[in-house]
């Protein structure tokens, strides 16, 4: 099946009960059985839910995965995979991510004796040469939020299974319609389900998706043990989401060309971040392992000051000022003071996450009318 037909269609039976077409929202803590052990294979809603599992089969459908886990946010989602790991284990991660990511990792999981490692994995001999013994996670976000930096899946595929490592990609900004990290060699699937993929703004969800049966098996029983589950009124609202990705994708991924392509000649603005820039460094990455360049855009200001940032994210009428990425309506952000005050000043800045950095989620309203937004605000 291809990727639009599986977004409608897959894990998705008409109810056995009704008929109904729609997988209905099963509003239930608990499950009858007949006798001790004798049940239609749903026992108690924190372990499965019939919605939920028609939307983790439909997640590991459109990643190329044997099986999906669905979590009550992408940092629950994040917290499971890390907890694959034990004291003394270490990470290698991009120095460019989700703060919310970076966050859950040197506040919480560091107290527990993993370490850490952030370095710009676009460059694969910088995170070659921290290889150790130790080493058991490489935990790779592409395209990066939010400077849109681009790696190599398939390259530290190579390196992961030469050291027996595992590979986790945070595919959050690509979804699979542009992206399915495990085809290109990864362990694990990441989503902030929150995003494109849910796709309204209206649920905050996660997600990973394995091929590996053991894993999978070890993921489930940290999601079940642990608790981070979504309930079935989000899986329902996410299920109706996906089944226009395709479409909204193609949308964001005109639009974010248009609205990059016209930034770049605004005076006011100095540097714009988006991987369809042949200039882009990881432009060739980006075509190799992309099927386009998404929604997400980022760029500095000459004026490197939170004022004149401040000023333009105050100004904008359609891009609406706030957290989150990935709805079908426009967002403007400014990540040094909202979604990466977490981390500290002067490692955000190695990372070119400055004080006049805006990173714009482009939606799939019409490209002039976003355009005239930006315009009446830069001006
Ligand atoms: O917000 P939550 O669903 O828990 O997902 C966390 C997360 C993980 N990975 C990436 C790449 C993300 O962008 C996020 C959440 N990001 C934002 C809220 C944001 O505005 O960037």
């Not at 000459?302 to 891009?319: R, V």
Request: aromatic share 8%; hydrophobic share 40%.
């Amino acid at each position: 099946m291809k990727f639009a037909t599986k977004a409608i269609h897959a894990g998705i039976e008409p109810d056995p009960t009704t008929g109904a077409i729609m997988t209905p929202i099963y509003q239930t803590s608990t499950y009858v059985q007949a006798a001790p052990g004798d049940h239609k294979g749903y026992e108690y809603s924190r372990t499965q839910n019939p919605t939920r599992t028609a939307l983790q089969k439909n997640l590991a459908a459109l990643e190329n995965a044997k099986h999906g886990l669905c979590f009550s946010s992408g940092m629950g989602a994040i917290d499971c995979v890390v907890k694959l790991l034990k004291p003394g284990d270490e990470v290698i991660s991009c120095n460019d991510l989700y703060g919310g990511s970076y966050r859950i990792f040197t506040k919480i999981f560091e107290q527990y004796g993993i370490k850490f490692h952030f370095v710009p994995m676009q460059d694969i001999s910088t995170a070659e040469k921290l290889v150790n013994k130790n080493t058991k996670l490489f935990w790779v976000e592409t395209p990066t939020n939010p400077m849109l930096n681009v790696i190599d899946i398939a390259a530290y595929s190579a390196l992961a299974k030469k050291h027996n490592i595992l590979l986790a990609v945070d595919n959050t900004f690509a979804t699979p319609y542009l992206q399915t990290p495990l085809s290109l060699g990864a362990d694990i699937v990441m989503h902030s389900v929150t995003k494109y993929l849910g796709g309204h703004s209206d649920v905050v969800m996660g997600a990973l998706c394995v091929n590996d049966d053991e894993l999978a098996q070890r993921l489930a029983f940290i999601q079940n043990s642990c608790g981070a589950v979504p309930g079935p009124q989000d899986c329902f609202l996410v299920l109706r989401g996906i089944k226009t990705l395709h479409l909204r994708m193609q949308r964001h991924c005109e639009n974010g060309e248009i609205i990059a392509n016209w930034l770049v000649k605004q005076p006011k603005v100095d540097k714009v971040y988006w991987p369809g820039f042949p200039t882009h460094p990881g432009h060739a990455v980006a075509k190799k392992q992309m099927c386009g360049f998404g929604g997400m855009v980022s760029f500095t200001l000459k004026d490197n000051s939170i004022e004149a940032a401040t000023k333009i994210l105050s100004g904008t009428k359609l891009f609406s000022l706030a957290e989150s990425l990935g709805g079908v309506e426009s967002l403007i952000g400014h990540p040094a003071t909202m979604t990466h005050a977490s981390i500290p000043k002067k490692e955000r800045e190695k990372t070119g996450v400055v004080d006049s950095l805006i990173r714009l989620s482009i939606g799939i309203e019409d490209a002039e009318d976003l355009i005239e937004d930006l315009k009446n605000s830069l001006s």
